[in-house]
C-alpha cells in the first residue's frame, strides 16, 4: 500500500515542525486550563483562532515539501527511479500527512485533558464529549486545508505555484474568517471560508448543525486528496 522506506524519509523531513507546533499547541492548552475555566469555555477560548492558524503553518510548509518541492528540486526523480509506482507515492505522501495531523490533534486533546484531570480528579462525560468533538472538529478542518495544499502540491512542478494557490487559498479562508468577526459589516465574508464551518459555539451550544460542518470538511478533504493522488499518477513530470 505504502513505501516504508519513503515514509520514514519523510517523517524525517518534517517532524522537527510538526513537534515546535504540537509543543506550543499543548503548552497554550495547558496554561488555559491550568486556569479552572470549565472544559467548555477552555475550548472555546482557545479552538477558536490560534490551533487553526498554527496547524496551517504546518500545513503549507509541508504540503509543499511533499510533492511540489521535490518535483522542483529534482529528487523526485530519484524515488521515481526506484522500484516504486506514483500512486503509491502519493499515497505514501497522503498518509504521512493525514497521520501525522491526526497525532497532532490527539496530543493537543491530551494537554486539555490532563490538567483538568489534575485540577477536578476526574473528567465527566460530557466533558469527554465536548474534548472529542472540539478536537475532531480541529482535525477535519485540518483535513481540508491539508487536501486543498496536497492537490495544489500534485498539479504543480514549481514550489512557488503550489505555495501560492494551495498556501494562498488556505491564508484566505483565515484572513476571511478573522474579517468576519470585525463587526457586522464584515459578518457577511463569512460565507466564503471553508474555517467558519468550523464553528466552536455552535459545537459548545449543544446544537447538531456541527454534523452536517463536520461532514462537509470531512468531504472536502476526502476528495482533494483522492484527486491529487490520480493527478499525480497520471499527470506528465519534467523528470
Known sequence: ??????????????????????????????????TGQPVKITGQIFYSLLPGMLTSIYIIIT???????QVDKGSMAY???????RSKVALTQAVFFIGSLFIMNLIT????????????????????????????????????????????????????????VGGGLVGAFLLLSIMSMFGENFHFVKNFTITTLYNVNTIASGSSDYIWQFAVLAGIGLIT???????????????
Not at 519513503?6 to 517523517?11: R, S, Y
Not at 504540503?63 to 518541492?69: E, H, I, S
Not at 524515488?79 to 509506482?85: A, G, Q
Request: hydrophobic residues 55%; proline residues 3%.
Open 79 to 85: 524515488i521515481l527511479s526506484t522500484p516504486v509506482k
Open 1 to 34: 500500500m505504502i513505501s516504508i522506506t519513503l515514509m520514514k524519509q519523510t517523517v524525517k523531513a518534517n517532524i522537527s515542525l510538526a513537534l515546535i507546533i504540537t509543543a506550543i499547541q499543548a503548552l497554550c492548552l495547558v496554561l488555559i486550563a491550568s
Open 109 to 164: 486533546a491530551a494537554a486539555l485533558i490532563i490538567p483538568t484531570f489534575i485540577l477536578n480528579g476526574s473528567v465527566s462525560p460530557s466533558e469527554w464529549v465536548d474534548i472529542i468533538k472540539f478536537s475532531f472538529g480541529l482535525f477535519l478542518l485540518a483535513l481540508a486545508y491539508s487536501g486543498i495544499c496536497f492537490l495544489a502540491s500534485s498539479i504543480f512542478n514549481l514550489s512557488k505555484n503550489a505555495i501560492a
Open 225 to 239: 486528496y483522492f484527486s491529487g493522488i490520480k493527478i499525480f499518477s497520471k499527470r506528465d513530470l519534467p523528470l
Open 63 to 69: 504540503g509543499n515539501k511533499l510533492l511540489a518541492a
